[in-house]
């Protein structure tokens, strides 16, 4: 239990540290969006209206200090203010655009540490096969950066071989909805996306777990597992679960890298997520709108890194017996 709250402890100081960081970083950008606003339509619209502008977007010419406790306040009411360029709620705009983003990272990260976890122990222990020919393959893919990677891949599976649809993620002609024409078209548009993260960020958990298996079998506990005669099975589990404990703490920081990848591949594929509405405010100085999107990816990575945490935590008892002490 100590060990939780040290935890939890940790976790809310730095998601108060992300959210300065996020309201200070876009305001230190040059220009000002609303005057910029406010110059483009000052002809068509009276003074009145112009200082109600200014108003709805927050321009109540307050101090930094002053719009920081506003921006907290706000924050903690689920009002992240309205986007300057789209002109509506940034709430509103990020609960269509975020669960796009969160299942395409989400499932691309499962998938890329089961896999990769899976056959980094499976290479490990059988080290020096001929399945080591995987290792030379998945390294050169996961040197590829990913929008180029990304883009190779919507040339050729894509537009060329019509093995996957591109661009979106559903036909127009499908009704939106929970429905299984529906729910089957995402996905079949989801794959590609899904494939090109999977396959810059399988290498890693590879490699990681393969070097930790070989290193395990040497150990006096799985030496004596052998000598006793367990079954092959049990064997690997044993090593496999002591060797997977750095793979889970290094999924804390793959969880951003994965987070990054995924917005450049949103903008190759045109996916309807977080990475096209993100560049979009930035070139436009929209500041709601930047600090929504980034207080949502920061949150989400912190709560995955907490998940991350706890399930180390319930699979090396150690840790347990040393916040006991």
Avoid at 26 to 49: C, D, F, H, Y
Avoid at 148 to 174: E, I, K, R
Avoid at 256 to 265: C, W
Wanted: charged share 10%; proline share 5%; net charge positive.
């Amino acid at each position: 239990m100590l060990m939780i709250s040290r935890r939890l402890g940790l976790y809310l100081l730095t998601a108060w540290v992300a959210v300065t960081v996020n309201f200070v970083l876009p305001r230190l950008m040059p220009g000002n969006p609303i005057q910029n606003l406010i110059g483009k339509i000052q002809s068509q619209v009276t003074p009145a209206e112009i200082n109600a502008i200014r108003l709805s977007f927050g321009d109540t010419k307050q101090g930094w200090l002053g719009q920081y406790f506003t921006y907290i306040t706000q924050m903690f009411h689920g009002n992240l203010g309205i986007s300057i360029t789209l002109g509506a709620p940034v709430t509103s705009i990020l609960r269509e655009s975020v669960p796009w983003t969160v299942g395409l990272i989400g499932l691309s990260t499962i998938i890329s540490f089961v896999v990769g976890t899976f056959a980094g122990a499976m290479l490990g222990w059988t080290r020096g096969s001929r399945f080591d020919s995987l290792i030379p393959t998945a390294t050169f893919f996961q040197a590829v950066p990913y929008f180029f990677l990304a883009t190779v891949m919507l040339l050729a599976f894509g537009s060329d071989l019509h093995w996957f649809p591109v661009l979106g993620a559903y036909n127009q002609t499908v009704t939106p909805g929970w429905n299984w024409p529906y729910v089957l078209n995402v996905i079949r548009y989801a794959e590609l996306p899904l494939i090109s993260i999977v396959l810059s960020s399988i290498a890693g958990w590879m490699l990681g777990m393969r070097n930790m298996m070989i290193t395990m079998i040497g150990e006096d506990f799985v030496l004596m597992a052998v000598a006793k005669g367990l079954p092959r099975r049990k064997v690997i589990f044993h090593a496999a679960r002591n060797a997977v404990l750095p793979s889970i703490a290094n999924l804390s920081l793959a969880i951003g890298l994965v987070v990054s990848g995924a917005l450049l591949v949103e903008l190759v594929f045109n996916y309807p997520g977080v990475g096209d509405l993100l560049l979009q405010a930035v070139l436009n100085a929209d500041y709601p709108l930047i600090q929504g999107i980034f207080l949502v990816i920061t949150l989400t990575v912190l709560a995955a890194n907490l998940i991350a945490d706890f399930i180390y935590l319930a699979l090396d008892p150690r840790t347990r017996t040393e916040a006991a002490v």
